[in-house]
């Protein structure tokens, strides 16, 4: 029998510092199979399934992730009431912000436009211990001014290919990033936080797995002197031969920004 489908865009945000990650794994907790717990429960006896606008690593976490829902059968009713409905039954750690109707020619992965991430982090000294799904905590000393210049140097189209793990055959690995810069962390603030705490904000639309936060780890070496400005860009220059083995905690990068076509 046909079956009429309908198509919802779902704004999520979450503190990912429990998942393992936003793909569905075997044994694992993740946010895709907390989000198909959930929809199980408020849509019982419904024909669905999920994807979303990307894959954030474990412990990442997001203020603008967005997922299609593509619903057989009947429609949803009220978006607000089923907005509520999901909300209630959602653990504390993921909430909905906003569900509207698409269409079938919509493609939450092909129409993405922009994508800004952000990493937080704090140096020189032991954070609370409550800062831990937040910031990433680096003891040593670093020298920011110097991380604030090498940050820039990531603008632009450059060959990344040093700045991903796993590379798989034919992957794309040029890359243009529109904006990359570090600043004082304004984004989120807490009673318990370190008096100063910093923001990498890096937007493009897209990044490959490990990018950011290999880009991350590079200035964090940079800024406790073992590498050099010359040092980085000299890695993003093809076939650099060069090899960034430190990937900054996943803790500290959440995902900010998601813009559309």
């Known amino acids: 029998m046909y079956s009429t489908r309908h198509y919802y865009l779902i704004d999520v945000q979450y503190l990912g510092f429990r998942y393992s990650g936003w793909q569905n794994q075997p044994g694992q907790k993740t946010l895709e199979s907390m989000l198909l717990k959930t929809l199980k429960f408020v849509l019982p006896n419904r024909s669905y399934k999920i994807l979303g606008a990307g894959r954030t690593d474990a412990k990442v976490s997001a203020l603008a992730m967005k997922f299609e829902l593509f619903l057989e059968g009947e429609e949803l009713k009220n978006l ?47 954070n609370h211990p409550f800062c831990a799904p937040f910031l990433a905590n680096i003891i040593e000393p670093l020298d920011i001014d110097l991380m604030k ?16 793990a796993r590379l798989r055959e034919g992957t794309k690995t040029v890359r243009t990033i529109e904006s990359c810069f570090i600043k004082k962390n304004d984004l989120i603030q807490a009673s318990f936080f370190p008096e100063n705490s910093y923001a990498l904000h890096i937007k493009g639309a897209g990044f490959m797995r490990y990018q950011i936060r290999m880009i991350m780890g590079a200035l964090i070496q940079l800024g406790r002197g073992e590498l050099s400005l010359e040092n980085i860009t000299d890695s993003l220059q093809p076939n650099s031969g ?20």
């Open 149 to 164: 210049e090498g940050a820039t140097h990531f603008c632009g189209t450059h060959d990344f290919s040093v700045y991903t």
């Open 242 to 261: 060069i090899e960034h083995t430190f990937v900054a905690p996943g803790s500290g990068l959440l995902l900010n920004r998601l813009d559309y076509r």
């Open 80 to 126: 607000n009431e089923f907005k509520e409905t999901f909300n209630r039954n959602l653990p504390p750690d993921i909430r909905a912000t906003n569900i509207e109707k698409t269409t079938a020619d919509f493609n939450i992965i092909q129409d993405a436009k922009d994508k800004e991430y952000v990493y937080l982090f704090s140096f020189g000294e032991k």
